[in-house]
């Protein structure tokens, strides 16, 4: 993992003396709340429905032990006991004082952490592949180029005030974990046909009102220029991005107005004039940083484990989860663990003190002191003995976060909706709640499969539904929450936007609704068809009929 | 309003006569004042390479924030500086809060137009770091400079 040195100690430090002295300003009236705003929205602090929410960075999404106990210090500490993990590998805090802000980032900088560019129309936290270090597809890790993108974009004085919020995600699999394809840009590493590892870059994808999937600009970067290729279109895109209307100022409207050839050609043109201007890093400072992400210490294990076979043969609960929830690591003898944050009739993401805690001492324990928050609000061991994996189970059992359901119908990301946030237009998590429960019944999910459903609470899409293979999208229809069905989305490698399935309908019709579809899928599927292919060999049509034949009838 | 000239970390009022003003359009429009050299008034939507070729005659370029979270200056004072190879004076004028001072500092802005009653505030931010990541139009050294200098003495 990253360690901080003295300058990134300084700079996170300084920052924190900063917000001190603003929100000291705020509370002795100094400044006014309008004032305030544009402050605090730089350190992550939102004002939601009931109070304040701090989001907090987990760059790229590891965390340590350490680390993570810090969280749950400050979720007992200053907030009500818990933190929700989300979709962009941050943690949300709903219920903080803001005369206690400044301490808690105190608290965050001790462990080298920050909610540093959080929020505001800057560059965002870097996501990346949660299995990265650990999967067996992947080219090198990821993570190196996301410090070098953390370091680099943290208080870039150009590009602090962006026509709009800027993410960029990092992906080095052929199985696209990071959503690399919805994100302005994506860059993926790969390995050419002459064998060099380089960027596949791409740009202006994203949800929200307008989803795209985002556009090649370039087919292969080599990785020194990194930093140069980033610099050229972040400078084309603040120069030229729209201002006038926040719903069209993400970059991804500019690409799409242009089209994406003379958007390249601008980028390749300022590109060309600052190339070897000294914005790239180099060679030292690339493999400082690499270094600090050299593989753990592993053992030298054969593939199998007898310890975990006979376990799984005599425990089925445990056989199960070991089969949903634990995938296949490039180290012989070991495994990756999900811990799914997706319990039956709790919050998705949502996580408590105590939880972390347990979860913090499991990592230490048994996977090198590592931990991942994932992109659909889950966590994850990535370096996990199979000889532990019982031992695990049963730790994890006795913190009630061994639920079995990664990937499957009841692991859902949703958005705060409703309850927290002031623009939704409906919940979403109780629909979430509701749908979990009507596939709860012994096998029901397991036959069902992979199936990915997404749930916003308004056109914002902060719960992706563009991609779910089924979203739901909360609208307002004449002062009521309705819901509005999109299928067919995917934010993985076979990227594609979800298809609006027809009218909106009430939160009881959407459960059943839901249900029907699965039913249809379930009666028509192939061998070994995932719902999301059933759908795109099937079409749009019948599984609308599946939706609304019934509704009209009932 | 005043303005406010960097010098060394400080700032102070404007001392020296103000070069004469002259907007984008009357430059275009071939108007050319009396005097020796302007300060060229630029809107942060035009493309500022089109006074390159006539840099020479400006000692002063006026880059313009409409409002804060309009950032487009910042892009301009930067392909002025490292690009255009300017090395007058650039002014910042419009919504300038101190809150920005380190940005416009770092892009390239060597004065402000504000308050001189502001300037204790704007000082202080615009020391809020001491370290850097990322070289830009100033001559702070970026983090990783200082860290390859340090492992070479070692
Ligand atoms: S999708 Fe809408 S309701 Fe949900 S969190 Fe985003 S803005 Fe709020």
Redo the contacts between chains.
């Keep these: 993992m990253y360690r901080y ?1 003295e ?2 100690e ?2 996170v430090r ?2 924190v003396k ?1 917000f001190r002295g603003q929100v000291e300003r705020r509370l002795s009236g100094e400044i006014t709340e309008d004032q305030f705003k ?2 605090r929205l ?1 350190n992550g602090l939102y004002l939601q429905l009931h109070a304040y929410m701090l989001r907090v960075a987990i760059p790229y999404g590891t965390l340590s032990s350490r680390q993570m106990r810090q969280l749950a210090f400050i979720a007992r500490e200053y907030d009500k006991g818990y933190g929700h993990m989300t979709t962009r590998q941050n943690i949300q805090y709903n219920w903080p004082a803001l005369v206690d802000t400044p301490a808690i980032l105190d608290a965050l900088a001790d462990v080298e952490m920050h909610a540093i560019q959080t929020s505001g ?1 800057c560059i965002r936290n870097v996501t990346s592949d949660q299995y990265a270090g650990a999967a067996e597809d992947e080219v090198e890790d990821p993570r190196p180029w996301c410090e070098i993108i953390r ?2 974009s ?9 026509p709009r919020k800027f993410k960029i995600a990092v992906t080095a699999s052929e199985h696209d974990r990071a959503a690399v394809k919805v994100h302005d840009i994506g860059l993926r590493l790969y390995k050419n046909s002459e064998g060099r590892t380089g960027f596949e870059v791409l740009v202006g994808g994203g949800l929200g009102r307008t989803p795209y999937i985002g556009h090649v600009i370039r087919d292969f970067l080599p990785k020194e220029h990194l ?1 140069s290729y980033l610099e050229a279109i972040l ?1 084309v895109y ?2 030229l991005g729209r ?1 006038d209307n926040a719903y069209k100022a993400r970059i991804k409207i500019q690409v799409n107005a242009e089209g994406i050839d003379a958007f390249r050609g601008m980028v390749e043109e300022e590109w060309a ?2 190339k070897d ?3 790239d ?2 060679r ?2 690339i493999e ?1 940083i690499r270094r600090y992400f050299a593989p753990p210490p592993f053992e030298k294990l054969p593939r199998e484990s007898t310890a975990f076979n006979d376990a799984a043969a005599s425990d089925k609960g445990f056989a199960r989860w070991a089969r949903v929830n634990t995938v296949a690591h490039k180290q012989p003898g070991y495994a990756i663990v999900n811990i799914s944050l997706k319990p039956p009739g709790k919050p998705p993401g949502d996580i408590s003190d105590e939880q972390m805690e347990a979860a913090a001492h499991i990592a230490e324990r048994y996977s090198f002191d590592e931990l991942r928050v994932t992109h659909e609000q889950n966590i994850c061991l990535p370096h996990v003995k199979k000889d532990d994996l019982y031992a695990v189970y049963q730790s994890l059992q006795a913190a009630d976060l061994a639920t079995a359901n990664i990937g499957l119908a009841s692991d859902i990301i949703a958005c705060p909706g409703l309850d927290y946030c002031t623009l939704a237009n409906a919940r979403s998590i109780p629909i979430a709640e509701r749908i979990a429960e009507r596939f709860s019944a012994a096998g029901v999910e397991d036959d069902i499969g992979e199936l990915k459903i997404k749930i916003s609470g308004c056109i914002n899409a902060c719960g992706h539904h563009h991609v779910g293979h089924i979203g739901i999208l909360g609208v307002d229809k004449k002062g009521e929450e309705f819901y509005q069905i999109t299928l067919g989305g995917s934010g993985a490698e076979d990227a594609s936007i979800g298809e609006i399935a027809g009218r909106g309908l009430s939160s009881d019709e959407v459960i059943d609704a839901v249900e029907r579809l699965v039913d249809y899928y379930r009666a028509n599927r192939q061998d070994g068809e995932r719902f999301l292919d059933a759908y795109r060999r099937l079409g749009l049509d019948r599984f609308k009929e599946a939706i609304y034949a019934d509704a009209q009838a009932a | 309003m005043p303005t406010l000239k960097l010098r060394e970390g400080a700032l102070a009022p404007y001392k020296d006569a103000k070069p004469t003003e002259i907007s984008l359009q009357s430059w275009r429009d071939g108007v050319r004042p009396e005097g020796g050299r302007f300060a060229i008034v630029v809107p942060n939507d035009t ?1 500022i390479r089109e006074i390159a070729p006539s840099l020479a005659s400006f000692s002063v370029v006026i880059l313009d924030f409409p409002k ?5 200056a ?3 004072a ?1 392909i002025l500086r ?2 255009l190879g300017f090395k007058g004076e650039i002014r910042a004028r419009g919504d300038v809060l101190r ?2 001072a ?3 500092a ?2 390239g802005f060597d004065a402000f137009e504000l308050e001189e009653s502001r300037i204790e505030g704007f000082t202080e931010a615009l020391r ?11 001559d702070a050294v970026p ?2 400079r ?3 200098a340090r ?1 070479v003495a070692a």
């Design positions: 040195d300058f990134d300084t700079i300084e920052r900063e544009p402050l730089m129309n370091q680099w943290s208080f870039h004085p150009e590009f602090s005030f962006l930093l400078r603040n120069l201002r004039r600052i201007s000294g914005v890093l180099p030292e400072e400082r | 493309d804060f979270r309009d950032g487009r910042y892009s301009q930067r490292d690009q809150d920005q380190f940005f416009m770092r892009a809020t770091f001491s370290q850097v990541y990322q070289p830009a139009a100033d983090a990783w200082l860290r390859a492992a």
